[in-house]
């Protein structure tokens, strides 16, 4: 029997400026379950990083129920989400004046239940599981190239052992190469640490590579949400025009190469 991690039912999303509304998201519902690799995907103006915003508790729609983990989203934003939502922004979001160990171990430091010395060692092995070694602890993120800045960003996210991860842009910025090995180290952790991921994402191949179902967001709401093979036969203008152009038909081929299964 499935569980679900996150619930969205009937949520209005709408922005005000000035006199002029502008509705955002119009009665959507999304189900994210227990162990899945979520994505959202969507034209410009849909909301993907609003609604990520949404589930971690630091923006409330307008209407509509969001219930992240058995608990309202709000009190996540309240009470602070660190303890069971890890984020991952998509600059990496690391504070300049800290080196990368200060910026893993900030989370754990708020709390101030735990002695320095054990912070400490709980921020090396986080370091450690994104694939970087104990000389990158002393660093200051000005020293640090584009895929070391999401690993120690998403070190950070998973100091907690947060059992829900949101993912915005994970990739984005990185070179091909950097990609993929970022891509390999997100399926990693997701199987070793059990995680449920919700990711938004506009690059196909990581959409292809990480992704066990497919919410796409058009027309204010919801379309389809399901397996991506099943997304991509779906008769949609935007689902044509994303999937089905040149990039999408090459990354396609891929998956049917080297098809990814949880």
């Known amino acids: 029997m499935t569980e679900a991690i996150v619930e ?3 949520l209005w999303t709408i922005f005000q400026s000035g006199d002029k509304q502008s509705i955002v998201h119009k009665d959507l519902d ?3 379950e227990r162990g899945e690799v979520m994505s959202l995907v969507g034209g410009s103006g849909t909301g993907k990083t609003v609604l990520l915003r949404q589930i971690l508790g630091l923006e409330h729609p307008a209407k509509g129920e969001i219930m992240v983990l058995g608990k309202p989203a709000a009190e996540l934003g309240k009470r602070g989400a660190a303890s069971r939502v890890g984020m991952l922004f998509q600059q990496g979001a690391l504070f300049s004046a800290f080196t990368v ?6 989370p754990l430091r708020e709390l101030k239940t735990l002695p320095p010395e054990l912070i400490r060692e709980a921020a090396m092995v986080k370091l450690q599981m994104v694939g970087l070694g104990p000389d990158a602890a002393d660093k200051m993120p000005s020293d640090l190239s584009g895929g070391m ?3 120690v960003a998403l070190a950070r996210a998973l100091i907690m052992d947060p059992p829900l991860l949101l993912l ?5 910025g990185l070179d091909p190469e950097s990609s993929d090995s970022f891509c390999a180290l997100l399926r990693a952790l997701h199987r070793d640490m059990g995680l449920t991921v ?9 959409l292809f590579e990480l992704s066990t ?3 796409v967001l058009a027309d204010q709401k919801v379309i389809i949400n399901a397996a991506p093979k099943e997304v991509v036969a779906f008769p949609h203008p935007f689902i044509h025009e994303f999937f089905l152009g040149e990039r999408g038909q090459r990354a396609m081929e891929l998956l049917r190469e080297y098809p990814f299964t949880i």
Do not use: Q
């Open 30 to 32: 999304l189900i994210v």
């Open 168 to 172: 915005d842009e994970p990739t984005a």
């Open 198 to 206: 919700v990711m938004v994402t506009h690059d196909l191949d990581t």
């Open 8 to 10: 969205i039912k009937k």
């Open 213 to 215: 179902r497919i919410a």
């Open 101 to 106: 160990l200060e910026n893993i171990a900030f």
């Open 149 to 151: 800045i999401k690993r």
